[in-house]
């Protein structure tokens, strides 16, 4: 089947970028100018044949967070971006960056609940802001920074997530979804690449292509102090900064779990004070 003009212009900016460009470590000998498919659909995190299909003209309709993840994989500038979306017949969704500051007022809500570990994420599940309960709970992790460098990166993680298969399929789905936003496109990508390269585990999951948001299923954690742990948690968007979500942790009344996260909080009191 004939390339569309679509296809034929996602071919042509992928001859056009080099792979320093977008943070990827070129093997020496290599032959192929610009990028191959596959990177291309690795920083998209789409899969390697829908991308083909798309150069080739035999998948005509990608959706406006293809397009986006695209845009963001062959860096191509507002103008580029603008002609993509017009190519695929639809209309660009403006570029909305997120922030990276949290809000006093919101600190100090968290920092209000002094039996509820909280924090503030983005979409590229940076932890932008905890209370204290918080970061007892984390306090094994080397950094509280990413929650995928931690669950993957730090050794700590397959300590302290008790099913981490589990904590680490949900993580990469969590992140998925961002590829599809405008304003976290870059920063994803630099993450996506800085994990791919360090972990055989992430690999294999991100090219599983799964996608899934926050959901309220219970986690259950290992902390060094006080053990075992099964935790509720919700998820909240914070109306005010589009890309925040307010993430908060419970223990069911009365359970282990709920005179653990007690202890935890005590401790984490008594070495303040200290």
């Known amino acids: 089947?004939?390339?569309?003009?679509?296809?034929?212009?996602?071919?042509?900016?992928?001859?056009?970028?080099?792979?320093?460009?977008?943070?990827?470590?070129?093997?020496?000998?290599?032959?192929v100018s610009g990028l191959r498919r596959e990177e291309v659909a690795m920083l998209a995190g789409v899969s390697v044949d829908y991308y083909t299909r798309l150069e080739q003209g035999r998948e005509?309709?990608?959706?406006?967070?293809?397009?986006?993840?695209?845009?963001?994989?062959?860096?191509?500038?507002?103008?580029?971006?603008?002609?993509?979306f017009r190519l695929a017949g639809l209309a660009p969704t403006p570029p909305?960056?997120?922030?990276?500051?949290?809000?006093?007022?919101?600190?100090?809500l968290l920092s209000s609940w002094s039996h509820t570990p909280a924090l503030i994420i983005d979409r590229r599940l940076d932890v932008l802001a905890y209370n204290e309960l918080a970061g007892a709970l984390y306090s094994g992790f080397e950094r509280i920074?990413?929650?995928?460098?931690?669950?993957?990166l730090d050794?700590?993680?397959?300590?302290?997530?008790?099913?981490?298969?589990?904590?680490?399929?949900?993580?990469?789905?969590?992140l998925r979804l961002a590829l599809g936003h405008t304003g976290s496109v870059d920063d994803v990508?630099?993450?996506?690449?800085?994990?791919?390269?360090?972990?055989?585990?992430?690999?294999e999951l991100w090219n599983r292509h799964d996608v899934r948001g926050k959901t309220h299923e219970?986690?259950?954690?290992?902390?060094?102090?006080?053990?075992?742990?099964?935790?509720?948690?919700?998820?909240?968007?914070?109306?005010?900064?589009?890309?925040?979500?307010?993430?908060?942790?419970?223990?069911?009344?009365?359970?282990?779990?709920?005179?653990k996260l007690r202890l935890l909080g005590s401790l984490a009191a008594t070495t303040d004070r200290s």
């Open 1 to 31: 089947m004939a390339s569309t003009e679509l296809g034929t212009f996602l071919k042509a900016r992928r001859g056009h970028v080099q792979p320093s460009d977008v943070g990827i470590t070129a093997q020496s000998g290599r032959r």
């Open 60 to 84: 005509r309709n990608p959706s406006p967070a293809v397009l986006n993840a695209l845009a963001g994989a062959l860096a191509l500038d507002t103008d580029l971006r603008e002609h993509l």
């Open 96 to 108: 909305t960056p997120v922030r990276k500051t949290v809000d006093d007022s919101l600190r100090e």
């Open 145 to 152: 920074d990413n929650l995928v460098r931690m669950t993957f």
């Open 155 to 174: 050794p700590f993680g397959r300590r302290f997530f008790t099913d981490w298969e589990r904590a680490t399929t949900s993580c990469v789905a969590n």
């Open 189 to 203: 990508r630099a993450l996506v690449l800085e994990v791919h390269d360090a972990s055989a585990e992430f690999r």
């Open 218 to 259: 219970a986690k259950e954690f290992r902390h060094p102090a006080v053990g075992d742990l099964v935790l509720e948690y919700n998820a909240f968007d914070v109306r005010s900064a589009p890309g925040h979500q307010l993430i908060v942790y419970r223990a069911s009344a009365g359970s282990p779990s709920d005179d």
